[in-house]
């Protein structure tokens, strides 16, 4: 079991007030306005801590920067490709897809990522 520490609160806190998946600079610029003294390794070292408890999912896919969300139910997200904002999607993941494969393959699935790709709105407005 984790021991919370300050630095892990500081963290949790700004991931379960914040749905705009930052990456590991920004939760470590903003967790510093609370706690100056916090290295950026330590905000890494807590990440990786935290994602491998389950607290915190990982979003990275095809060499993107990595960002941070809370755990949820498993969804889907949207990947602007000029911003590069991360935005979830009011769309549950198709749990039907995982049984598909599983039957087809032989392979025991236990979840799958898909990410959508183009502009956001404020984008498609500039």
Do not use: W
């Not at 749905?19 to 306005?33: G, L």
């Not at 935005?87 to 898909?114: C, N, Q, W, Y």
Request: hydrophobic share 30%; with cysteine.
């Amino acid at each position: 079991m984790r021991r919370d520490t300050k630095q892990r609160e500081a963290i949790l806190k700004l991931l379960n007030n914040n749905r705009s998946h930052p990456t590991a600079d920004q939760i470590y610029d903003e967790v510093r306005a609370d706690i100056p003294n916090i290295s950026k390794g330590t905000v890494y070292r807590n990440l990786q801590v935290l994602e491998n408890d389950g607290a915190i999912t990982v979003i990275g896919i095809n060499g993107a920067q990595s960002r941070y969300e809370i755990k949820q139910n498993s969804h889907y997200h949207f990947r602007c490709e000029k911003c590069g904002g991360v935005i979830d999607l009011d769309e549950p993941a198709d749990k039907g897809i995982d049984k598909k494969i599983a039957t087809r393959t032989g392979f025991t699935v236990s979840h799958h990522r898909t990410e959508f790709y183009g502009l956001c709105k404020d984008c498609q407005q500039k």
